[in-house]
């Protein structure tokens, strides 16, 4: 309350009609500041190394560290607990969207109402089934740990441009309180090292949603005419988009959505069961493996 070396942050509220509104608040600009918390006098350094972030490293441009006299570390720990609760109370409601960032998940733009599931038509059943196959994953496990499973689903959806595919998988995520993390396996900076990361670091109860997967890789046998688009467009590889999704090293606990506009350019290695369990084809579904929990 007492800095004098202050900066300006804008902050963002979104309405229930979509409308955007903006405040302002002071906060302490970079440099050294003070505050009280539970009597204790806390210093605050913020230092910036870079205007901008080191995205390939995952570098931060800002760090901050507090330092505070005496023995007593359970504050700090009091203090990043307040400052998650808060955050979470910003999020309750709402669906946050995740992009990769470097190394890590950053959140893009606003978090969003949760999308009624009742909103996406499809075919009779075909939700429910759906929903219930997800939360049967959630809830088994055990299933997987005692057989030596390793604990992961695939979703492919496949249907025309606008069939609701996107949607659907905001609203199932709104409904299972779970956030999603959007993927663009096109990006030119994506390696198979970074993508194997960022699916292993992926945030907790969150969709991994990988768009478009035709537009990254076609199928082996069209590759024979273009060989180039095998190859992908950045340095990502088949056979490294192959492991990350079901490989000796990949993530555990993860729920993957796929869509694709041609589930005839996939590759039959890319949509087999145990990368793909679950493929909806114009909204029909299939169950490829593991239906029976």
Known sequence: MRAQHLSVRTKFEQSDAGRIYTKFD????????????????????????KTMG???????????????????????????EEARAIALQEQEGKTVMYTPMGSEWRQFGYPKKKRPLSSVVLDAGISEQIMTDVKEFIGNVKWYTDRGIPYRRGYLLHGPPGCGKSSYIVALAGELDYHICVMNLSERSLTDDRLNHLLTVAPEQSIILLEDIDAAFVSRDLAVENPAAYQGFGRLTFSGLLNALDGVASAEGRIVFMTTNYLERLDSALIRPGRVDVLLSYFVISYQHGKNL
């Open 54 to 80: 080191d995205f390939t490293t995952g570098t931060p441009f800002e760090t901050v560290s507090l330092t505070a006299i005496g023995q007593n570390r359970d504050l700090f720990f009091n203090i990043l």
């Open 26 to 49: 002071f906060m302490p600009s970079p440099g050294n500041h003070f505050f009280k918390h539970k009597n204790t006098w806390i210093k605050v350094e913020r230092n910036r190394e």
